[in-house]
C-alpha cells in the first residue's frame, strides 16, 4: 500500500512591525466580537504595551466607527500604506478605504488580496502585539491568517447561547486544525445588572465555560451587557480607554493580564 503524502507544509509570515499577532474570532456574528477586540486591545495598551488593530472584516468593517476615525492611511511609495493613529494606536481597516456605505462585493480570491495587503504592506511600525479582529465564519479570511501569517494565538468570543455555540465549536477545531494556538475563550453578554442588583442570564448560563472545558481550552471571563460599553462603542471611545476604572474595564484589565502571560 502507498503512504499518504505527507500534508502541506505552509510558511507563515510574520507581520513586519510586530512581535505578536493576536486573532479575536467567534464564527459567529453578532456576539460582538469587535467591541471585545477594541476594548481589549487598549486593555493592553493599559499594560504598557504598544498596540495595533487591523480590522480583518472585510465586508463589515467596525474599526472606523469604534474608534470615531475616517482618515485614510497614506502611501508614500504608492505599493505600501501607513497605518493611521488614534489613542496612541495603529489601526487598520477596509473601511478606511471606502465609504461607510459601500457594499463590498467581492469574490474570495479578493478578500484574499485584500488580508494579504493589510498584513504585507501596511507598515507597522514598534508595535508589541497586534489585535486581529476577525470576520464570522471558518472561510478564506481565516484560512488566510492560518496557514500563512505568523499567529501567536486566538481569543474566541461568544455569547452563552447555544445557537451562537454551534459555529464557535466550529471555529475552535477549524484553528486546532490549522495549528493556531488558543489562549481562551470569552462570554460575552454574559448577563445584565438591573437597577434592582441582580443579575439577570438573557441568553442563558454556562455554555461558553462548559464549552471551553470541552475542547480543554482556558475560559478568560465574562463580560456583562452594560449600556456604557454600548455608548463609548456609539461615540467611538472605546471604554478600557475612556475609563478605564470603570467596573467593565476591570474586567477587561483582568483577561488582559491573563492574555499576557500567555504570551509574553
Not at 501607513?82 to 457594499?103: H, I, N
Not at 472561510?139 to 452563552?160: H, N, R, W
Request: glycine share 8%; with cysteine; net charge positive.
Amino acid at each position: 500500500m502507498s503512504k499518504k503524502p505527507p500534508p502541506k507544509q505552509f510558511v507563515k509570515t510574520p507581520i513586519n512591525g510586530t512581535k505578536f499577532t493576536l486573532l479575536i474570532s467567534s464564527a459567529k456574528g453578532g456576539v460582538g466580537k469587535s467591541t471585545i477586540a477594541v476594548n481589549l486591545a487598549f486593555a493592553l495598551q493599559n499594560l504598557g504595551l504598544k498596540i495595533g488593530i487591523l480590522d480583518a472584516d472585510v465586508y463589515g468593517p467596525s474599526l472606523p466607527k469604534l474608534i470615531n476615525l475616517k482618515d485614510k492611511p497614506k502611501s508614500e511609495d504608492g505599493k505600501s500604506m501607513v497605518p493611521v493613529e488614534k489613542y496612541d494606536a495603529q489601526c487598520m481597516s477596509m473601511g478606511f478605504l471606502v465609504d461607510e456605505q459601500t457594499p463590498m462585493i467581492w469574490r474570495g480570491p479578493m478578500v484574499i488580496s485584500a488580508i494579504k495587503t493589510m498584513t504585507q504592506k501596511v507598515l507597522w511600525k514598534e508595535r508589541d502585539v497586534i489585535i486581529i479582529d476577525m470576520p464570522p465564519g471558518t472561510g478564506d479570511t481565516q484560512l488566510t491568517f492560518a496557514q500563512e501569517v505568523k499567529v501567536d494565538g486566538a481569543i474566541i468570543v461568544s455569547t452563552p447561547q447555544d445557537l451562537a455555540l454551534l459555529d464557535v465549536k466550529r471555529g475552535i477545531q477549524m484553528f486546532d486544525k490549522t495549528g493556531v494556538k488558543i489562549l481562551g475563550l470569552i462570554d460575552n453578554m454574559s448577563f445584565f445588572k438591573g437597577d434592582d442588583g441582580k443579575e439577570y442570564k438573557i441568553f442563558g448560563e454556562g455554555g461558553v465555560e462548559k464549552t471551553a472545558k470541552e475542547f480543554n481550552k482556558e475560559f478568560l471571563g465574562h463580560i456583562p451587557l452594560n449600556q456604557d460599553l454600548r455608548n463609548s462603542a456609539d461615540i467611538g471611545d472605546p471604554l478600557t480607554h475612556s475609563q478605564p476604572d470603570h467596573e467593565v474595564s476591570k474586567v477587561f484589565k483582568s483577561i488582559a493580564e491573563k492574555i499576557k502571560i500567555s504570551f509574553l
